[in-house]
């Protein structure tokens, strides 16, 4: 063997590259159809091979297949393949070309490969098949195999389609299908569980209307219903046999039919007050019986029942036969009112009596018959209080709580109160705060009275704290008056009852002395002067008591 130098060698070396080099443009070129013939020398000359259009057409079209295409000899040798089979299983192209196909059959499809492989041999045939990609992967495809007859021998063609997003959606819709199932078989379930449960409820439902009307129809007073809108839908038996409409006639406005004439504006203000509001309702009217055709007082509640979401559903309502308790009531009152004139004049000439003694000068009086007579007009001086409330409350019943009234000045009326409140309670600290001018249209007498009772309240009720503010604001409206003390306070339910007749605040921890019927004259003051009076309090934190009057124009 000749030896060679190494510039030979590299000038070889650098011969082989370029004919490498040549020969891969010309392959590249082959496979692109850009070369329609070609000369190859052999020992018998120059062979000339040719490339139709048609086959260079199917080379481009190949090419850019999304499939793979592959074919093989009779051997299974790959002879042929597209760009695209290569970048599937992740390999070179160099790497597939000349290469037994079974290469990248996983060892366990090997078997059935080769089945395939046979049929292919003998019939059009497609079937699935994993393959081996270039880290081992898996990869499922979809194999075409169809035998060709050339000149030179036959091959078989393979067209294989990528499975791998058929299989996955495949499986993404059968975890949704098992999911749709048990979503199914939930939804149905819950349905059967919320049919039982509709049929128990509607049961529950009837038996519940059945003892409703039951109860209703049966008791003693009269009962309704309406819905949340106002709208009256149900009357008991004993509404029908009290006033002898049917439930067709009492809807809308027709119960109205059997309401004293003097009461159906109070009624009717009432009811669209606790429409609006939302709150229950309490009011009492006249109801006209029909076998008697006499109106009777009846005592009207009810009640609006809430949603989850405190939205009005309906409403619930009764109406009580009064009429004993407001006689009683009366012969109550007209009791009173006849006590205290019959009281009035045996007081006076009692008072008369008491300032004569005090008075008498011819003999000197014994101390202590002096320090008696004192206590006794002391004592007359709280009855004779106590028989002018009464007359008042007989007056405010009768309607004839009526008094002159005239211009006068806030101003004035705080400063003659101050001035009897500090001689009466010495040991309190009386502060006024707040502009005081402001001209009403008034009783002084009565507006006097009105705030020596609220004072007098704040004293009784404020037993420690000494303290008692007087606060005034005026606007261009009205004057409010507000006296404030830092005493027990109020409970909710004591403010709501603080202005009834003969309500008193009981407290376990001292006693108290009255009537309770102070407030309640107060408060008639006021409305007879078109004003308002309230409180606002906190338990153990104080109360302040407060009235409103209208500004004079």
């Not at 959606?169 to 078989?185: C, D, M, R, S």
């Not at 101050?418 to 507006?447: C, D």
Request: proline share 3%; hydrophobic share 40%.
């Amino acid at each position: 063997m000749e030896t060679k130098t190494l510039p030979e060698l590299i000038a070889i070396i650098y011969e082989l590259r370029a004919k490498l080099n040549e020969t891969q443009n010309t392959i590249d070129a082959i496979f692109n159809g850009e070369i329609d013939a070609l000369v190859v020398p052999n020992k018998n000359g120059h062979q000339l091979y040719t490339l139709k259009n048609a086959d260079r057409n199917y080379r481009v079209i190949v090419e850019n297949m999304t499939q793979g295409a592959l074919t093989l000899d009779s051997n299974g040798v790959i002879l042929y393949s597209n760009s695209r089979f290569a970048s599937l299983l992740n390999f070179p192209l160099e790497h597939v070309i000349g290469v037994p196909f079974e290469n990248f059959v996983p060892d366990e499809f090997k078997a059935a490969f080769r089945r395939l492989l046979n049929k292919g041999w003998r019939e059009n045939i497609k079937d699935d098949l994993y393959l081996m990609g270039k880290n081992f992967e898996r990869i499922p495809f979809l194999l075409s195999l169809t035998k060709l007859e050339f000149d030179k021998g036959e091959v078989i063609s393979i067209i294989l389609t990528d499975l791998s997003l058929i299989i996955e959606t495949e499986n993404q819709l059968k975890a949704k299908n098992i999911e749709l199932e048990k979503a199914q078989y939930i939804t149905a379930k819950l349905n059967k569980e919320l049919k039982d449960t509709v049929k128990e409820k509607t049961r529950d439902l009837l038996i519940s209307q059945r003892n409703f009307k039951f109860l209703a129809d049966n008791i003693p007073v009269m009962v309704w219903t309406a819905d949340r809108d106002g709208k009256f839908d149900y009357f008991n038996q004993q509404w029908l046999d009290y006033t002898g409409l049917s439930v067709d006639d009492s809807k809308n406005d027709g119960w109205m039919k059997v309401v004293h004439l003097h009461d159906i504006k109070a009624s009717m203000e009432s009811w669209q007050a606790a429409l609006a509001t939302s709150m229950p309702l309490e009011t009492m009217c006249r109801i006209r019986k029909i076998d008697s055709g006499e109106y009777l007082w009846h005592l009207t509640k009810a009640i609006p029942f809430f949603d989850e979401n405190s939205r009005i559903i309906a409403w619930f309502g009764t109406m009580t036969n009064i009429e004993e308790q407001k006689q009683a009531l009366a012969k109550k009152d007209e009791f009173i009112g006849i006590a205290s004139h019959e009281l009035k004049t045996p007081l006076t000439s009692l008072k008369g009596y008491m300032q004569l003694i005090s008075a008498y000068k011819q003999n000197e009086l014994p101390p202590i018959i002096k320090q008696f007579a004192g206590k006794a007009n002391e004592a007359i001086g709280k009855l004779a209080n106590l028989v002018n409330d009464l007359l008042d409350v007989s007056k405010i019943q009768m309607g004839k709580l009526e008094f002159n009234t005239s211009l006068l000045n806030v101003s004035d009326l705080i400063q003659l109160c101050i001035e009897s409140a500090q001689f009466m309670y010495p040991n309190y600290i009386i502060s006024v705060h707040g502009k005081k001018n402001g001209i009403v249209t008034g009783n002084m007498e009565r507006l006097e009275q009105v705030m020596m009772n609220l004072i007098s309240n704040a004293v009784k009720y404020s037993p420690v704290n000494k303290e008692i503010d007087i606060e005034t604001e005026v606007t261009e409206t009205e004057v409010k008056v507000s006296i404030k003390d830092f005493g027990i306070g109020l409970s909710d339910h004591q403010k709501e009852r603080i202005f009834e007749r003969f309500y008193r605040v009981e407290d376990n921890t001292y006693s108290t002395s009255g009537l309770g019927i102070g407030l309640y004259i107060s408060s008639e003051i006021i409305k007879a002067h078109n004003g308002k009076i309230g409180v606002m309090s906190k338990l153990n934190k104080g109360s302040t008591f407060y009235f409103i009057l209208p500004i004079h124009e």
